[in-house]
């Protein structure tokens, strides 16, 4: 095993992007490496930047195209419910807002199909969804109307109203104890992958521009794929989960 000190304040290399500013001392030990391919720009192939694109003050309407919906993400909270200030660190980065213009739709077969969503909702969306930009003097993510979740005008997430293909799911307790009747741990609980539906979304629309039904409906106990969906907290401390009804499993009775 090779032990390297660096302690340079800019190291470079060939098949190495430039560091800068690494001003003390650290040890690296290495068994093996490999150099990482770089092009013009020395950037890392899978390292991923998501800035914020910023409109200059000059424009002052942004129209979304086809399916894209505009929403003015929701500020993060900078206290607790009980007053207390979060460190930045600390702060949930807020996957909600208000929609604020949308697309003129898309087309499904032979038919247009209009946005589902108004202007004025309160909608929630897949975590690492759409584009970022600074508009008008606040954050906006510009994504497609399939990245909504659905639609949240109050503060607990049991009252989502689910779009398109989407189910919102209870999430069972986990077990509490083993089949030999040892108690278990916070650590040592298995999350579930079981849960009851509260709500169903209208359904996907087809070539003709009709809504197909889905397959569950609320109150059905489902088995669900253990990676899938956008988990929530509810306000009396339940677990739920968003998923695709693709990736419900199967029903349990």
Same mark, same amino acid.
């Given at each position: 095993m090779a032990t ?12 190495f ?6 001003r ?5 030990k290495a068994?093996?490496f490999t150099p990482?391919?770089h092009n013009?720009?020395r950037?890392?192939?899978?390292l991923v930047?998501k800035a914020a694109t910023?409109?200059?003050p000059k ?5 979304p195209l086809?399916?894209?919906v505009?929403?003015k993400?929701?500020?993060? @909270? %900078?206290k *607790?419910?009980g +007053?207390?200030?979060?460190p930045v660190? #600390?702060?949930? !980065? &807020?996957n ?5 213009a ?5 087309s499904?077969?032979k038919?247009?199909?209009d946005i589902?969503?108004k202007?004025g909702a309160?909608v929630?969306y ?6 970022e930009?600074?508009?008008?003097g606040?954050?906006?993510l ?13 503060d607990?997430?049991?009252?989502l109203?689910?779009l398109?293909?989407r189910v919102l799911?209870?999430?069972?307790e986990a @077990? %509490?104890? *083993?089949a030999g +009747?040892?108690l278990l741990?916070?650590? #040592?609980?298995? !999350? &579930?992958?079981?849960g009851?539906?509260i709500a169903?979304g209208p ?10 039904p889905?397959?569950v409906?609320?109150g059905?106990t489902?088995?669900y794929s253990k990676?899938?969906g ?6 009396d401390?339940?677990d739920?989960i968003?998923?695709?009804?693709s990736d419900?499993m199967?029903v349990?009775?």
């Amino acid at each position: 095993m090779a032990t390297t000190q660096l302690t340079a304040s800019s190291i470079s290399g060939n098949g190495f992007a430039s560091f800068e500013g690494l001003r003390s001392t650290c040890i690296v030990k290495a068994v093996s490496f490999t150099p990482l391919k770089h092009n013009n720009s020395r950037s890392f192939s899978r390292l991923v930047v998501k800035a914020a694109t910023t409109v200059a003050p000059k424009y002052t309407t942004l129209k979304p195209l086809g399916d894209r919906v505009l929403v003015k993400i929701k500020t993060a @909270e %900078e206290k *607790t419910v009980g +007053g207390i200030l979060l460190p930045v660190t #600390a702060q949930s !980065k &807020p996957n909600g807002g208000e929609v604020v213009a949308v697309g003129e739709g898309h087309s499904a077969g032979k038919i247009k199909v209009d946005i589902s969503v108004k202007t004025g909702a309160q909608v929630i969306y897949s975590k690492y969804a759409g584009t970022e930009v600074e508009f008008d003097g606040s954050k906006h993510l510009i994504l497609k109307e399939d990245d909504i979740v659905g639609i949240l005008e109050t503060d607990d997430v049991k009252d989502l109203q689910p779009l398109n293909d989407r189910v919102l799911i209870k999430v069972a307790e986990a @077990e %509490e104890k *083993t089949a030999g +009747g040892l108690l278990l741990t916070e650590a #040592a609980k298995e !999350k &579930p992958s079981i849960g009851s539906i509260i709500a169903v979304g209208p359904g996907p629309i087809d070539e003709e521009g009709n809504r197909k039904p889905l397959s569950v409906s609320p109150g059905n106990t489902v088995l669900y794929s253990k990676y899938a969906g956008s988990e929530f907290k509810g306000a009396d401390g339940s677990d739920y989960i968003t998923l695709r009804v693709s990736d419900v499993m199967a029903v349990l009775s």
